[in-house]
DNA sequence: GCTTGAGCTTCCCATCGTTGGAAGGTTTAG
DNA sequence: CTAAACCTTCCAACGATGGGAAGCTCAAGC
């Protein structure tokens, strides 16, 4: 399997694939004698691995750690699971913190009558930060 | 008032304040004859405005256009609302992407017993996208 | 055989927003 | 006069990905 194949089979981009390589994700790959890079099943394997971890919003540090426990048959479920839920961690606070800019505009907009006028509390808000206009 | 005094005065750090300039945000800064930057309130207030722009999650691209607006007098509230109201689309739509990612996560994590024993949902999860094990 | 097109190789560059550092000049306080 | 703290410009990095150039290779058709 060439590095064309591998990509459509794992869903990974050959630039992405050969990224890999290069960063150490995944060993390096065989060469045909043309130089070609060849792929077996077992490395779209790792490669699907490393797209679902992406998937899930994980870094490519954490995946660094997740490929490292795969492979290794004397893992703690444990460790996988603390990995699991301090990334579910770092999304809640991304998660958080847009909501809480989502609120804010929302807000904002739902005092802008969104006309022809040039005045706006978006803008007000904007300007104004640090010293609020005491809506309400 | 040199970079810095007008860094801890705006909250914009004084590297992106350069980097601003550069970019075409604010106007090239006047200089002392030793060709330090000098700043004014004025000047202090336009970095507010992008730091706020910025804690709401708007692009520089956005911030651009919200200055553009902000400078001129004659712009129309409807506009800014619109771009803000995209702006909360977008956040929707991330906000949508990463509870996705952290619901399935938390399913996986509540299926991990978490100890010393090596099988692990998550990693088989990882290893196994695309056909599904067919939990439940 | 030869040509053509698709696919592979390496290499560098761009994105986005921000930070870091090096090398050197300036200002300020002691 | 010196040392610290500041400023200047320039260059590079991060994380993750994509784009493209220049050149080589493979598989097809004629």
Redo the contacts between chains.
């Keep these: 399997m060439n590095i064309g194949e591998a990509a459509r089979a794992s869903g990974v981009s050959a630039k992405m694939i050969r990224h890999y390589e290069e960063a150490g994700f995944i060993p390096k790959a065989r060469r045909t004698p043309a130089g070609y890079r060849t792929y077996r099943e077992e490395d779209v394997?790792a490669l699907?691995?490393i797209?679902?971890?992406r998937?899930?919003?994980f870094s490519l540090k954490e995946i660094k750690a997740?490929l490292g426990?795969?492979e290794?048959?004397?893992?703690?479920?444990?460790d996988?699971?603390?990995l699991?839920?301090r990334?579910?961690e770092e999304?809640?606070a991304?998660?958080a913190e847009?909501?809480a800019?989502?609120a804010?505009?929302?807000h904002?907009?739902e005092h802008?009558?969104?006309?022809?006028?040039?005045?706006?509390p978006?803008?007000d808000?904007?300007?104004g930060?640090?010293r609020p206009q005491g809506c309400h």
């Design positions: 394997h699907r691995f797209r679902r971890a998937d899930l919003g997740l426990l795969w290794n048959r004397r893992r703690a479920s444990g996988v699971k603390r699991a839920l990334h579910v999304l809640d991304r998660i847009m909501q800019m989502r804010t505009l929302v904002l907009a802008c009558h969104g006309d022809d006028r040039p005045d706006c978006i803008l808000d904007l300007a930060a640090g």
